[in-house]
C-alpha cells in the first residue's frame, strides 16, 4: 500500500515566522488532503489538492503529483496555529502520514 | 450545511464488552469512512461504506464491523473489547464516486478499563 512520509516531525516557531511542511507519497495518488488536528481531536480540512497550488489567506499548499509530494506553507504563524497537521493521500481511502507537530511561542 | 456528527463524543467500556458508534454524515454523502487514532499506531483506516455496501476494509480484526443504512448513516461494532482499542475513533464523509474530498466528525474518544 501507499507509505506517506511527513517532515518534519516536529516544528516550534516564534510568533510571525514562516514553515514549510512537506508530505512525500510512495506511489501516486488521485485524492490529497491537508488536515490541521484541533486540541479536541476533530480533523479540519485546509487544502483538498491532489495538484497544483492553492492559497486560502495565510496558508498554502503546493502539490507536485508527477514527482509525489506536496508541500504546506504557513506564514506570519500565529498561536492559534499551533497543532498537529496531517497530510492524507490515496488511490481510494486516504493513507495518513504521522503528522508534523507544530508550536508557536508568542 | 451541517458537518459530519459522531455520537457519543465519549465512551468508558470495560474489557470484553462490545460498543457501538454512530456517524451521520454530511447530507447527500453516500460514502462514510472509519478511522481508528492511537498515540502508537496513529491514523488508521478501518473500513468504507458507500450505498449501504462495504467497500474498503483496513487490517483490522474481526471485532470491529461496521454497517451503513439507507439513509447513509454508518455504524460501527467493536465487540470483546481489549485495553488496545482505547482510541479515537473518526468518521470521515465524501460525496463517493469520483469525488474524493473527505470531511470528518469530531470522533469518539473510547476508553476501556
Known amino acids: 500500500g501507499i507509505q506517506v512520509e511527513q517532515s518534519p516531525p516536529d516544528l516550534i516557531l516564534q510568533e510571525g515566522a514562516n514553515s514549510t511542511l512537506r508530505c512525500n507519497f510512495s506511489?501516486?495518488?488521485?485524492?490529497l488532503q491537508w488536515f490541521h488536528q484541533n486540541p479536541w481531536g476533530q480533523l479540519i480540512n485546509l487544502f483538498y489538492?491532489?495538484?497544483g497550488t492553492k492559497q486560502n489567506g495565510r496558508l498554502s499548499a503546493t502539490t507536485v503529483a508527477t514527482e509525489r509530494y506536496s508541500l504546506l506553507y504557513i506564514s506570519s504563524s500565529q498561536t492559534t496555529d499551533s497543532g498537529v497537521y496531517f497530510c492524507?493521500?490515496?488511490?481510494?481511502?486516504?493513507?495518513f502520514g504521522k503528522g508534523t507537530k507544530l508550536s508557536v511561542k508568542p | 450545511k451541517a458537518g459530519v456528527t459522531q455520537t457519543p463524543r465519549y465512551l468508558i467500556k470495560t474489557r470484553g464488552q462490545q460498543v457501538t458508534l454512530s456517524c451521520s454524515p454530511i447530507s447527500g454523502h453516500r460514502s462514510v469512512s472509519w478511522y481508528q487514532q492511537t498515540p502508537g499506531q496513529g491514523l488508521q483506516f478501518l473500513f468504507e461504506y458507500f450505498s449501504e455496501t462495504q467497500r474498503n476494509k483496513g487490517n483490522f480484526p474481526g471485532r470491529f464491523s461496521g454497517r451503513q443504512f439507507s439513509n447513509s448513516r454508518s455504524e460501527m461494532n467493536v465487540s470483546t473489547l481489549e485495553l488496545g482499542d482505547s482510541a479515537l475513533y473518526l468518521c470521515?464523509?465524501?460525496?463517493?464516486?469520483?469525488?474524493?474530498?473527505?470531511?470528518f466528525g469530531q470522533g469518539t474518544r473510547l476508553t476501556v478499563v
Open positions: 489538492i491532489p495538484s
Open positions: 506511489d501516486s495518488v488521485n485524492n
Open positions: 492524507g493521500g490515496s488511490q481510494g481511502n486516504l493513507i
Open positions: 470521515a464523509s465524501s460525496l463517493g464516486g469520483s469525488v474524493l474530498e473527505a470531511f
